[in-house]
């Protein structure tokens, strides 16, 4: 046993500007722990399958994009505004957070033109951007990731791209808490002052490169093992339920209401 | 040394992982901490770590309180996490640097050592860990085995006053259990502190004094003498533990 190891050290941590790491921990971390909440603890609370979530969704973006009556769009808001109380307060809170930015966002840019007398165009644009990312948002915090990509097969979207999709997710969060933990290392390891910190911060980047190549391989290995042909089929059937029916229902009222006050 | 006080912690707000631990950990013990899959023995290690903070309670090292507050503060961060050494269960989590040489003396480097000190610390790890032939090689491509011991060694070399090992013997072969059995009784003559959570009671007979037991429910049901525990067949047949 060497005479260092046997006695304590006098250390006083040499100053050293380190927010880096706590900064990239909080991010990880961030990402993560949404990625979690979608798997673990996403809401069905209107019990919509996500095929029908998904269409009413595009449904709502696109009937709202292509009106030009701001009935309509203050009558999509409202009934936003009704969907978002089926939420839970993180997730309102998330979802108003989002909005509210992008929308105020799109107001800014859009402020000249209120100058030269466009006032109403600005407003209109602004809140069909408000309910249009609104509605992502209801539909991102109330479905689950693999339900969303599957529900893409109704759109003719190939199954393999489906499965590079869902395999793609999987691996962001198996990923994210690798580097989490590297970060994790070297935060412990950083008692004094680093004069490379770059040097570090590739070295960790590196590692997940080579771990992301390792772990592709050995999946392929064990799909190959698996009998993997290069084929890849989904089976998901969504169940149709009366608040399906009903969610279709109200689709149609919404197409009719644009038509009342677009068209007619 | 180690003070832990009615401390609860949860992910996310949701997931209970500590229920109201108490704990006070003594300088120079062994400790190992026993219990089913998910009780909460890695997410304590982390939060004697300082990694993750408690939601209720206070966490005392050595008479300060580990808090956000007081972690906020660089140099006493510093301080601290010198103070405490953790061994992951991952070893490839903790080696980033280009060859085993550089991801030793990355710890003494930071703490101002010159390099003829620095080369000191890392050449009696390399031998102390038994891995002098593995300087110059890459971390990544070494074997589970070898990777343990670079990661042990890049903590061993900053000497600090207590390791924590997180399933330390987990898929390795017997050879290197042995090793690092014999490993953590050299150091704890020396009077370090050793925590260590494991499954794998066959090779670390001898090692510890003292055992901790957690339960599924995330807190702690047994704290004695390590053999008295572990002859106890029938309390850790119902809890799970063999």
Known sequence: MPEWLLKKDNYLPLKDKNAFINKSILSIFHVLTRFRQQAKHRTNKLEINALIKFISTLILIIFVSLTQSSTFVLIANVFMLMLINFLSINEIKYVLKVSSVVAIFTFIIFLPAIFLGYGNNTLMITLKVLVSVASVNILACTTEWNDLIISL????????????????????????????????????????????????????????????KEMSEEMYGAMESRGFTGTYKVYKKFEFKLADYICIMFNIIFILIYFYFDRL | MIDIKNVSYSYNAEVTALKNINLHIDEGEAIALIGVNG???????????????????????????????????????????????????????????????????????????????????????????????????????????????????SVVVLNPDVYIFDEPMNGLDPKTKRFLKEFMIAINNAEKTILCSTHDFEYVKGVFKRAIVFSGEHTIIRDGAYDKIMNDTAFLYTNNII
């Open chain 1, 153 to 212: 097969k109704v759109f003719r979207v190939p199954d393999m791209f489906i499965f590079v999709l869902d395999i793609t997710i999987k691996y962001i969060i198996i990923l994210g808490e690798f580097s989490l933990n590297m970060v994790y290392a070297l935060k412990l390891r950083s008692v004094g002052k680093n004069n490379n910190k770059s040097t570090a911060l590739s070295g960790i980047v590196g590692t997940m490169f080579i771990k992301s």
């Open chain 2, 39 to 153: 009780s909460g023995k890695s997410t304590l290690m982390k939060l004697i770590n300082g990694l993750i903070m408690a939601e209720n309670g206070s966490y005392l090292f050595e008479g300060e309180e580990i808090n956000n507050k007081n972690m906020q503060n660089e140099e006493f961060s510093k301080a601290f996490h010198k103070k405490v050494g953790f061994v992951f269960q991952n070893s490839d989590v903790q080696l980033f640097c280009s060859n085993v040489y550089d991801e030793i003396a990355f710890g003494p480097r930071q703490m101002g050592m010159n390099e003829e000190e620095v080369k000191k610390r890392v050449e009696d790890t390399l031998k102390l860990l038994k891995i002098d032939e593995l300087r110059n090689r890459q971390p990544y491509h070494l074997s589970g085995g070898e990777k343990k011991k670079v990661s042990i060694a």
